[in-house]
């Protein structure tokens, strides 16, 4: 198996290095996961085929998230994370178009490079989301209505067609997310076993097209 990375600057490594390390550590064991989890669920997913994924010794795994259980709430906190934090662009100064197509780009890459991660996270909200509900009705709550409050300022300002704010979010989700966690239904109707490059373009533009327009942009 592969060893975790490791500094070999010596005795004298600071803190900031340690931490930068961990981090690299952690992001490898947390896409191995995403994998495991999307293909396995919570139940049938184990340590051992986690480290098998990750080319890393059980041990470690145990080192940086203890449990399985931690590791699977590490990936949904991971995910959300990444998935709220291209919302920063939707600023009270921001030209409407360019910060809602730049998040929905945005959300649209995600569910091409991480189509796993999508596919955990819609999977436990399937199943009632029993550990990830407290950072949705939190973290997740608490952004899209300061964000959703950005937007009705826009709209106030007649600086985009009248829209619901929240449900215009609902409305980006699903559109963007639909390419990752029903990727087997979307390739049936194209005819084709996986989605290329091209594909992934064409649906971008396609989205982003769509909503800018219901959006008045």
């Known amino acids: 198996m592969t060893p975790l990375i490791r500094s070999h600057i010596g005795p004298a490594d600071d803190e900031a290095s340690k931490g930068q390390i961990r981090q690299v550590n952690e992001a490898r064991i947390l896409a191995a996961a995403e994998r495991?989890?999307?293909?396995?669920?919570?139940?049938?997913?184990?340590?051992a085929a986690i480290a098998q994924e990750a080319d890393l010794p059980k041990a470690n795994l145990h080192y940086y998230f203890g449990a399985k259980q931690d590791l699977?709430?590490?990936?949904?906190?991971?995910?959300?994370q990444d998935w709220l934090a291209p919302t920063d662009v939707i600023t009270p100064e921001a030209d409407p178009k360019t910060a809602i197509e730049a998040y929905i780009r945005a959300k649209?890459?995600?569910?091409?490079q991480r189509p796993h991660a999508s596919r955990v996270f819609a999977?436990?909200?399937?199943?009632?989301a029993p550990v990830v509900q407290t950072l949705l009705v939190t973290d997740l709550r608490n952004l899209v209505l300061a964000k959703s409050e950005v937007i009705a300022q826009w709209v106030a300002q007649a600086r985009m067609a009248p829209v619901d704010p929240v449900h215009l979010f609902f409305t980006i989700w699903a559109a963007t997310q639909t390419y990752a966690d029903f990727e087997v239904q979307v390739c049936a109707v194209l005819g084709q076993t996986?989605?290329?490059?091209?594909?992934q373009s064409r649906g971008t533009e396609h989205v982003v097209s769509l909503l800018l327009r219901g959006c008045g942009l």
């Open 72 to 80: 699977y709430r590490a990936v949904l906190a991971q995910t959300l």
């Open 194 to 199: 996986e989605l290329t490059a091209q594909d």
């Open 123 to 128: 999977n436990e909200l399937l199943h009632g």
């Open 36 to 47: 495991v989890f999307a293909g396995a669920g919570f139940s049938g997913a184990t340590m």
């Open 108 to 112: 649209m890459a995600l569910s091409a």
